[in-house]
């Protein structure tokens, strides 16, 4: 079959594009409405500043300066899950439930039955898997739509994992591997270490990338472009893992906290992953496919049944391990795990991230960056000592503005024949 090339990707002359024709052809992109994560971008950039000047002793420090990554963990795993839905055009209500539900059949392994902490885990895996799989099969085989199946799901498990805990009931977690998964750091070295191998590992496969493409004759980004992203990338993270190398207990005599956090591994694994999965295998390609227009995608020979059952089971199963992160970072699991605004931040996460409403838009970064975006926002507001209610006021102005920018790029990249 032959490949036919949009303009773009046609490779407009022998000579190596400079910094200078990058930078415009991006302002071109951005103009065209491929915004990308840039909105993402700007919110985090503008946040960290506004809640550095209003309270620079405490927002900025090297105590708090950790809270957001373990608070943020489990809501950029469940965003993670709920982008695979979201490309499909599809939601899942049931997302965050799922995740209290795997937890308490995890804790419930783990306390009752007295299973070891790994066969816990796969338990609520499983349970998780097999909740998505439910879903899958309603959506895809019979074509109710998700709104209703996830809704159905949503009341139900709710009443499942308060059958499984109890009215008012607790599981506490004391099992110290899963204790540690969202409250312990990694050493200094395995800190600096994890720092190399990422900023080694980007900086290799952007640039075996870019020297792929070229060779084919396709557009790729100028040296001095990826070499410029790797830089910037390499000082952000060097700066991070720096600071978060310092010594941030209150009372070193009786603990010293530091360290990256050991989640932000477990966070990494999973990133690289997913985005192979997503950018780098037929499958990922199938998911836009379908996202972007499922009737043409079946009359091209994807199974979109298969597809979309697929991506309800990795949504159900990666809300599954949020589920276990809530349950490590509350040290319990109680009938509010997973309930409350756990999927309403969830799903707003991906949008702010930069995954469109409408199908066929997101990586998986999107997740990283809205979920970061959300708790910057409870994270500097409780040190403000605002009331909840001015944080969801403030957290759905920033929701409406992201699903504002998506739709009016979309409408900007149809105009521009971006799409």
């Known amino acids: 079959m032959t490949t036919v090339l949009t303009p773009d990707e046609v490779q407009t002359g022998t000579e190596e594009p400079s910094v200078r024709d990058a930078i415009a052809d991006y302002i071109a992109r ?12 700007l919110g985090l950039v503008v946040l960290t500043i506004v809640f550095t000047i209003l309270r620079p002793s405490t927002f900025t420090n090297s105590f708090n300066f950790a809270n957001p990554i373990h608070q943020s963990a489990a ?75 996830t809704l159905a799901a949503f009341l139900g498990l709710q009443g499942v994992l308060l059958k499984l805990i109890g009215e008012g009931g607790t599981i506490s977690i004391r099992d110290k ?40 004759g396709l557009q790729a980004d100028a040296f001095g472009v990826v070499l410029g992203k790797v830089a910037v990338l390499a000082v952000l993270l060097g700066a991070a893992t720096a600071y978060l190398s310092r010594e941030r207990s209150r009372n070193t005599a009786v603990t010293s906290i530091k360290g990256v956090p ?18 780098r295998t037929a499958f990922g390609r199938h998911v836009y496919a379908v996202g972007g227009n499922s009737e043409a995608a079946r009359r091209s020979g994807i199974n979109v049944q298969r597809v979309k059952l697929t991506c309800f089971m990795l949504c159900s199963t990666l809300a599954a391990t949020a589920g276990f992160l809530l349950a490590s ?24 991230g930069g995954t469109s409403l409408f199908g066929g838009k997101g990586k998986m970064t999107d997740a990283v960056l809205g979920g970061l975006v959300i708790t910057i926002i409870i994270n500097g507001m409780g040190l403000l000592n605002q009331e909840s209610s001015v944080v969801y006021i403030v957290t759905g102005a920033v929701l409406l503005v992201a699903a504002s920018v998506d739709a009016i790029s979309r409408r900007r990249a149809a105009a521009t024949g971006r799409v």
């Open 262 to 279: 050991e989640v932000v591994l477990l966070l990494i694994i999973l990133l690289v992953i997913l985005n192979f999965l997503l950018g």
């Open 75 to 149: 809501l950029i795993v469940l965003a993670m899950g709920l982008i695979f839905v979201l490309l499909l055009g599809e939601i899942d209500l049931s997302a965050g439930y799922t995740a209290g539900t795997a937890a308490a059949v995890m804790g419930i392994q783990l306390t009752r039955d007295g299973h070891p902490w790994y066969v816990a885990v796969l338990a609520g895996l499983v349970t998780g898997s097999v909740i998505g799989a439910a879903i899958g099969l309603l959506v895809s085989r019979l074509g109710i739509p998700s709104f209703v199946v």
């Open 30 to 41: 951005v103009r065209g409405g491929d915004v990308g994560a840039l909105p993402a971008v």
């Open 329 to 352: 970072y509350d040290n319990s699991i109680s009938p509010k795990t997973g309930g409350s605004d756990t999927l309403l931040y969830g799903v707003g996460a991906a949008v702010i």
């Open 177 to 216: 591997t899963l204790l540690a998964l969202n409250n312990n750091n990694l050493p200094l070295w395995a800190g600096w270490l994890l720092f190399a191998a990422i900023i080694g590992g980007y900086a290799g496969v952007s640039l075996s990338r870019a020297t792929a493409r070229r060779k084919g």
